[in-house]
């Protein structure tokens, strides 16, 4: 293969590295988080009357007080006394699905590292031809 096509997949691989761990990172710091509370907490502002709606997603629920804040809470698996509380006290209640990573979640999370071993496997092998030339690698173009 071509030196410079070398050089132009090499450097391809580089930036398109670069770009999905920007994006990874910058997808990690869009997603606001209420502030968590604990379950007795949760339970406590049930009874006072102060929790409007919560949308319960397997364990996680995640709630709106009646003056406009938000909380999330950790809940236990069986949910029946937290289920009867929220309905004797009026609270609006939500479930939602919590979604599956399928494939295409997985390849997408495991592109910047199979990108990564590609350029790692890239310039090992790059290194072996040059030693087997008799090229030492301070003698690499820059």
Do not use: C
Not at 57 to 72: A, E, L, P
């Amino acid at each position: 293969m071509n030196s410079n096509i070398k050089n132009v997949v090499f450097w391809l691989v580089v930036v398109i590295s670069a770009f999905l761990l920007w994006q990874a990172v910058k997808s990690g710091q869009n997603t606001p988080r209420s502030p968590e509370i604990s379950y007795s907490e949760f339970l406590t502002q049930i009874e006072v009357g102060n929790v409007q709606k919560v949308t319960i997603s397997k364990i996680q629920v995640n709630g709106q007080y009646r003056d406009g804040g938000s909380f999330r809470v950790t809940a236990p698996a069986s949910q029946d006394g937290m289920l009867k509380t929220l309905h004797d006290k009026n609270v609006e209640i939500w479930f939602k699905d919590a979604p599956e990573g399928g494939p295409a979640a997985w390849l997408l999370n495991l592109a910047p590292l199979i990108l990564l071993a590609a350029l790692w496997f890239f310039m090992i092998r790059q290194m072996k031809l040059r030693q087997s030339r008799g090229q030492s690698t301070t003698d690499l173009p820059r």
